[in-house]
């Protein structure tokens, strides 16, 4: 019983993350029908810039902030610079440009920061807590914690606030939103920066457990995603409900089976789900809440 | 209410899709508080040209003057700022949100106490959307979706209400409705109404002036009245 609580903390700790990363592919294809594989890349920045902000003695409450705002200002740039001028390509070359941008903000990470692993200290102290015999670390609860802060707040927004609703518009009817007087492409731009807070946000909050290097990007979009198509893309429950499976079956696959392969099973039991299932658990139903 | 100061002029409005042009230099105009015709069979350019007046569509060449400004390169909300709404083909309305939120939206550039108070009129316009107006939109039938395209384009407070083909797919009964509606809309809210129809008989019988398009390019004008006498009217497109 206390091994299986084990694997659930951390199956749902690294779930989490999953789940914020398809958040993020799920509301940038929402509002523009891009799969953003360079959503990855925000954890990354996310973790990394608050690493090197804290060791360069700012204090981490304030690197946290700077990580966030650097996130979206790459989020921002990723969208007036690569996908805005390839609007009206097919989906396929805007892929194809998410890709390659996730390939240059990996290089340039190298540079601006280096290519070795990072930790950060945990928040609140490493003494586990004691659950039914599973041992949990307190940053565990940050993560899971800053999760349900972003869900509820992110549902806040597009049910309680005009420009939420615009959002909303947009994904579901980009002809009649801008027929409205909606600025889709601000709109869109706005998709891909509030996506990369939420990325780096979740980069921060886990970096304590799972370390961050410059490469993490590329597994967790892979991750993110198929977490996303899991629960059925494009619908936001489905994101959250696919990321905690994700990570779910990673824990348990790993604990009672083998952790050499627990990427591989992951992707195996997705596979065979969608197989099934094409639509996801979910299906790619509404846009209507969050 | 009608004069014969233009609210829209286009002047030799050239637009197309890729290295295909649909329109050929189209000119036309509509008065303030006219209700305007635009007839012509599928595909003659009809949707291209109200969503070049909208801003959702590039032109190549040519004028769109708009209550005095020149809007030919304005971005859709700057015009839709101005008084221009469009209730487009298809209706096109918000289907996941409900039909509260997609009237909302239909005053997305609003403030104030303005929005409520036409949310009232519409309402009172369309008591079914009234009484269902926190479903989601999409659970609507056809005609009530009509409506609320209607109703989401008054909700800018337009000037001039562009109505692209709104009787397409509607039972006889409530083609009537609609197209009474649109009258009502000018002679008790003073909006000019610039109308698109297939459905050439029912647009022409309403509207104070009319135009045919053909290929891209307006071969026949006069009033309502005139243009469902004309002989090549009735033969092309009123089927006597
Ligand atoms: N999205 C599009 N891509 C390419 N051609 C188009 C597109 N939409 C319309 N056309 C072409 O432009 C011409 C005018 O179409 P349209 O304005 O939709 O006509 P109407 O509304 O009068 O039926 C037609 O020849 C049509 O095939
Ligand atoms: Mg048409």
Not at chain 2, 64 to 78: C, L, M, S, W
Request: neutral net charge.
């Amino acid at each position: 019983m206390a091994e299986f609580l084990q694997f659930c903390a951390s199956g749902l700790t690294v779930g989490a993350v999953y789940a914020l990363v398809a958040l993020g592919f799920t509301i940038i294809y929402n509002a523009s029908d891009v799969v953003n594989f360079a959503q990855g890349e925000f954890v990354m920045i996310g973790g990394m810039t608050t690493v090197f902000a804290t060791a360069a003695g700012v204090p981490l409450p304030i690197a946290v902030l700077i990580a966030i705002l650097a996130a979206m200002v790459i989020g921002l740039l990723l969208h007036r610079l690569a996908i805005e001028p390839a609007r009206g390509a097919s989906p396929v070359t805007l892929i194809i440009i998410t890709i390659g941008a996730s390939i240059f903000l990996r290089g340039l990470a190298q540079i601006v920061f280096d290519k070795q692993f990072h930790s950060l200290p945990a928040f609140s102290g490493d003494t586990p807590i004691n659950i039914g015999g599973a041992l949990v670390l307190p940053q565990s609860f940050w993560v899971l914690g800053g999760a349900v802060v972003i869900v509820i707040a992110l549902w806040a927004f597009f049910n309680r606030t005009v420009t939420g609703k615009a959002v909303l518009a947009t994904a579901a009817n980009r002809l009649a939103a801008r027929l409205v007087g909606i600025n889709t492409s601000f709109v869109i731009g706005l998709s891909f920066v509030l996506s990369a807070a939420i990325g780096a946000i979740a980069g921060i909050l886990v970096t304590p457990i799972t370390l961050t290097s410059y490469d993490i990007g590329t597994l967790l979009a892979l991750k993110g995603f198929a977490a996303a198509m899991l629960g059925g893309m494009g619908n936001p429950i489905g994101a959250i409900v696919g990321g905690l499976l994700v990570g779910l079956l990673e824990a348990f696959g790993a604990g009672y089976i083998s952790s050499t392969y627990k990427d591989a099973m992951a992707f195996i039991v997705i596979l065979g789900v969608l197989f099934v299932m094409p639509g996801g658990l979910l299906g790619r139903a509404s846009v209507e809440r969050v | 209410m009608r004069s014969d100061e233009a609210l829209l002029q286009i002047n030799a409005l050239r637009s197309g899709y890729g290295r295909i042009e649909a329109l050929h230099g189209v000119s036309m105009e509509v008065n303030r508080g006219e209700i305007v015709a635009l007839v012509g069979s599928n595909g003659a350019g009809k949707t291209t040209l109200l969503r070049a007046v909208s801003g959702v569509q590039p032109v190549s060449g040519g004028a769109i003057v708009f209550d005095g400004h020149d809007v030919t390169n304005a971005q859709p909300h700057a015009r839709v700022k101005r008084g221009i709404a469009q209730v487009p083909e298809g209706r096109q309305i918000f289907s996941p949100l409900s039909i509260e939120d997609n009237l909302r939206l239909g005053a997305y550039l609003r403030k104030g106490s303005e929005i409520d108070r036409d949310l009232d009129m519409v309402y009172d316009l369309f008591p079914v959307l009234k009484e269902r107006r926190r479903n989601p939109a999409g659970g609507l039938s056809g005609g009530q979706q009509q409506m609320l395209a209607i109703g989401r384009a008054l909700m800018s407070g337009p000037k001039l209400l562009l109505l692209d083909e709104p009787s397409m797919g509607l039972a006889p009964i409530l083609v009537d409705q609609v197209f009474q509606i649109v009258e009502k809309l000018r002679d008790e809210s003073g909006v000019t109404v610039f109308l698109v129809e297939q459905n050439a008989f029912a647009a022409l019988s309403i509207a104070d002036r009319g135009y045919v398009i053909e290929t891209g390019e307006i071969s026949i004008s006069g009033t309502g009245r005139e243009l469902l006498d004309d002989e090549r009217v009735r033969e092309a497109y009123l089927g006597v």
